[in-house]
């Protein structure tokens, strides 16, 4: 007897407060868990919500609980999991029926599952979330891709469980097949090198400049009360703020510095380079969380580069130009992850609105912060070139705060620390701010090597070649 409104597969960190979620909103979810015994422990422990909780011991049972068009959300991890678990659940569902991907998948698998389904009659919907548990529990941000009627089906449900900003909704359809999927993976390359940046920042002042986690902890507490206001620099301060109850010690000291990744910043960047862009503020974030990994390689090296190589000390530098280096450095990696947005968008026809995307990314997702807000009012205004380092909000923050950047990434490079995305954000500044670079002395090399030919600036004529052999 169908009795629930939506059903749910894979009762995991996400899946359980996402269920919850629902349940809260007043909708009856079916649960279903790969593990059954999951599904009882969780509806036991759900409270007063457990009357919405429909439990699903298999997948026939899950098809009975909903009425056609069913809608199913999976939450269970990339890859195998969801394809195994759609030829498991497909058999119990009927032409029309919809299948919510709503895990962090790679666009292009969601493509093809979309293609493959549909073939099937089927409806595959490829949903981005972003708020980690507790968004998932209280109102993640959530990008939507696929079919537009296949939406409509399930946008009461997904609208009310949302993060709210200024009463909208932080959900939306941004467009058919992968979009969904490939915002959400920008979304994480951009949260990539946010939070590089900030670790950065926070490398110069406690490495290179010797100072204690706790006034570090204010000074980002601080921050977050001006333009840097946001959920990641919140938690930095949080983070730095708290202490390992066992030894004492500041938490982030007993924390091996080896940051893990799952795959969405290096989806970003794979993406980015077949469409023939370069992000490279995100790109040297996950270059970082890779070079993090090879721990014994930088424990030889600290004994065999120093300190003749990398002198310990160098200039100090200001908080306030911290500050608004971070700033800066963070305007250019979102500018960087929405060109790419817009890449996408022109090369798979996808017409996504990147005032949209910004305005669903200000609460609710890991990235919020109150450049979000400037970010979408830049997109609904005037925009040269489409870029939105060129925006005239843009350009003015820009020109207050590069000065500040060029002085932490000098500050840096003199002192020995390294800082990968903060450089490579204003590498991208000065590259974009030159009318004429130097990649002509390249097409002469590549002239000289190997007859690839150029354009001259003087006819403008194509396939030229030099006198080298003269
Ligand atoms: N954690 C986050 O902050 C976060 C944020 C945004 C998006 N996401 C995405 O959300 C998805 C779920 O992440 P999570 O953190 O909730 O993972 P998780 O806590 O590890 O839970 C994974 C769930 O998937 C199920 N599962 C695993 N392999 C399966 C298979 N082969 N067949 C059927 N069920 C399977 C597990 O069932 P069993 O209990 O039977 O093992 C469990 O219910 C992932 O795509 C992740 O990237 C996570």
């Known amino acids: 007897m169908a009795e629930a409104r939506i059903g749910l597969v894979g009762l995991g960190v996400m899946g359980a407060n996402l269920a919850l979620n629902i349940a809260d909103k007043g909708f009856p ?7 059954t015994s999951v599904i009882h422990d969780f509806i036991g422990k759900a409270g007063p919500l457990a009357e919405n909780l429909v439990p699903a011991e298999d997948y026939a049972a899950l098809a009975a609980a909903l009425t056609p068009p069913r809608a199913v959300i999976l939450m269970v991890p990339a890859g195998g999991p969801v394809d195994s678990v759609i030829e498991a659940l497909t058999p119990h569902l009927d032409t029309g029926d919809i299948i919510v991907d709503a895990g962090n998948a790679d666009f292009n698998e969601t493509r093809r599952r979309e293609a493959a389904l549909r073939d099937e009659g089927l409806r595959f919907v490829g949903m981005g979330v972003s708020g980690g548990a507790e968004g998932a529990r209280h109102g993640p941000s959530i990008m939507v891709g696929g079919a537009e009627a296949a939406y409509a089906e399930i946008a009461e449900v997904v609208e009310s469980i ?53 006034s570090i902890a204010e000074l980002f507490h601080g ?16 983070v730095l703020a708290t202490a390992d109850p066992e030894t004492g010690q500041p938490m982030v000291d007993v924390i091996l510095d080896s940051a893990g990744q799952k795959g969405t910043g290096r989806w970003t960047v794979v993406e980015a380079l077949k469409l ?5 503020a995100i790109e040297a974030a996950v270059a970082a969380r890779s070079w993090s990994a090879e721990k014994a390689l930088r424990e030889t090296g600290e004994g065999l580069l120093s300190p003749q190589d990398a002198p310990e000390t160098g200039p100090r530098v200001l908080d306030g130009d911290l500050e608004r280096g971070l700033l800066a450095a963070r305007i250019i990696g979102y500018a960087q992850g929405f060109w790419l947005l817009s890449a996408a968008s022109e090369e798979f026809d996808w017409s996504l609105d990147l005032a949209r995307v910004a305005e669903i990314w200000r609460a609710g997702c890991i990235i919020r912060s109150s450049l979000l807000d400037d970010i979408a009012q830049a997109f609904r205004g005037e925009l040269p070139g489409g870029a939105l380092i060129l925006a005239p909000a843009f350009v003015r923050m820009l020109r207050d705060s590069v000065s500040a950047l060029r002085r932490v990434v000098a500050a840096a490079a003199v002192s020995g620390q390294p800082v990968p995305a903060l450089s490579a954000a204003l590498a991208y500044y000065d590259t974009m701010r030159q009318a004429r670079g130097t990649a002509a002395l390249i097409q002469g090399q590549r002239d000289f090597f190997g007859s690839h030919g150029f354009v001259r600036v003087d006819t403008g004529e194509a396939d030229q070649h030099g006198p080298w052999g003269a």
């Open 276 to 280: 023939g862009q370069s992000p490279m």
């Open 223 to 238: 921050w977050n009360q001006g333009p840097l206001q946001s959920y990641l620099v919140e938690i930095t301060a949080k």
């Open 29 to 35: 979810v079916a649960v279903h868990n790969r593990r």
């Open 162 to 214: 949302a993060a709210r900003y200024q009463d909208t909704p932080c959900a939306a359809h941004l467009g058919p097949d992968g979009a969904g999927h490939f915002v959400k993976t920008v979304h994480n390359g951009i949260e990539y090198a946010d939070m590089q940046m900030i670790a950065e920042i926070y490398g110069l002042l406690r490495h290179g400049d010797g100072r204690s986690t706790d």
